[in-house]
């Protein structure tokens, strides 16, 4: 069996989520080639021996450059701050290798558009992590919509909310535009626009109007720790131990847009980091002429259908638990039908389509490569024009 070993850039929340992934995938799936984990680069003050025994890399390294350099590494993996995207990504570019990356895409449309035209030129696999595309109630949410089992589509509803960043939590990465570029905006919109363009086959043409507000102007500047990850208890306790420093709040913390699509159909998108009792709630709602669905990431097993033609008496919307192996796409993978998966299995499932592609075969459900994701941030971005100048955006405005 063909084997690539696997450079990742990066170690918090996404270094654990991708390590776990390459790791299960041979376990899980037959690859059409085998991702070794070869070498894992995290910052010189982090635990990198440390991180790579727990996950099962062979090398730690404090040089990313090193790393991506190493003529052993056959595909880079990228899982900084959004602002250190590009650097590595056009090092592995240039040095002739695939490149995975975490979304957005890029902190700027600048660096997205770079990264998205390098890529063309040097003719390379690419790859972006819009993991949620790999929830198995999602890809079987888009074939259902290929195959025009819902018709024309004509209503798209997307929102992605979370509560984690209240006023405790301290200053970290995600609240400063020059490390993360924006701040729900890039973190959850980028996902909805992703999924939602996937899902539903739909193209931005205009933006008609949208907000971007930051609810939490000032945060206390941390004291030791990181600042890493989203997890709500250990960001308060780290706000706790801070001391009376505070630091301007740079990104938005909310962010809402509507939109008319190239093919006539309206849509809504909404991104919270502080929408009270919502964990990681990244929904979508799609009506279409002959029926409709709806997703949320918090019941991610389940997928809600409503076929409108059924006799009119009987009607109403259905909730298929999207576990059967040969129905629902990568659940074969996994366990039987009504043993659910997680959060997780939608990166062993990345991972999967990554390696079958390099492999020369063809992902289960299509992965979005730089250009895909370069798309995604233009829309980002004439959602980020059309609330700074309150007018309507033309997506042609924006590239
Ligand atoms: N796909 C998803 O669902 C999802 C979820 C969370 C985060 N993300 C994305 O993943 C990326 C990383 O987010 P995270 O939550 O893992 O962040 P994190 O803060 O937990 O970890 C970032 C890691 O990057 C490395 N790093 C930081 N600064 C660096 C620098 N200057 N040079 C080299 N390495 C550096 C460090 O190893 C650090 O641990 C972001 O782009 C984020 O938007 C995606």
Redesign the pocket.
């Known amino acids: 069996m063909a084997e690539i070993n696997v450079g990742l850039?990066?170690?918090?929340?996404?270094?654990r989520?991708h390590s776990n992934a390459w790791g299960q995938v041979n376990r899980y799936c037959n690859p059409a080639i085998n991702p070794v984990m070869h070498t894992v680069?995290?910052?010189p003050g982090?635990d990198v021996e440390g991180f790579a025994k727990r996950w099962g890399w062979q090398n730690p390294s404090t040089d990313?450059k090193a790393t991506i350099a190493n003529p052993e590494i056959g595909l880079v993996d990228i899982?900084?701050?959004?602002f250190?995207?590009m650097p590595p990504a056009v090092a592995a570019l240039e040095a002739g290798k695939p490149v995975a990356c975490?979304?957005?895409i890029a902190g700027t449309l600048s660096d997205a558009r770079q990264m998205a035209k390098l890529a063309e030129e040097k003719g390379l696999p690419t790859f972006v992590?819009?993991?949620?595309r790999r929830a198995p109630a999602v890809a079987f949410a888009h074939k259902l919509i290929k195959s025009g089992e819902l018709g024309r589509i004509l209503h798209v509803r997307a929102r992605y909310l979370q509560d984690w960043a209240g006023e405790d939590v301290p200053m970290?990465?995600r609240f400063k535009k020059e490390l993360?570029g924006s701040g729900a905006h890039?973190?959850l919109n980028a996902?909805i626009v992703d999924i939602t363009r996937f899902v539903a086959g739909v193209e931005v043409e205009e933006i008609c109007g949208a907000y971007a507000e930051t609810l939490v102007k000032q945060r206390k500047v941390l004291i030791g720790g990181?600042?890493?990850?989203?997890s709500q208890d250990e960001l308060i306790k780290a706000g706790a131990n801070s001391g009376d420093t505070y630091e301007d709040v740079t990104v938005d913390d909310t962010v809402a847009f509507l939109v008319r699509y190239t093919n006539g159909a309206v849509g809504t998108y909404e991104a919270a980091r502080q929408a009270t009792g919502h964990k990681n709630d990244n929904t979508f709602e799609i009506n279409g002429t002959k029926g409709s669905i709806r997703f949320s990431f918090e019941r991610m097993n389940e997928l809600e259908y409503y076929d409108a033609r059924l006799p009119q008496g009987v009607q109403g919307w259905s909730t298929i638990l999207c576990t059967n192996a040969s129905s629902h796409p990568y659940v074969a993978n996994y366990w039987p039908d009504g043993h659910l998966i997680g959060y997780e299995h939608c990166f062993i499932s990345q991972a999967l389509d990554i390696c079958n592609v390099l492999g020369g075969k063809e992902a289960v459900v299509p992965l979005p490569s730089f250009n895909d994701a370069y798309q995604t941030q233009r829309v980002l971005e004439a959602a980020l024009l059309a609330a700074s100048e309150k007018r309507f955006v033309k997506m042609e405005e924006v590239y």
């Open positions: 850039i990066g170690q918090g929340f996404m270094g989520s680069a995290g910052l982090e990313w899982v900084t701050p959004n250190m995207h975490e979304k957005p992590w819009f993991n949620y970290a990465w993360a890039g973190d996902h990181t600042g890493a990850g989203i």
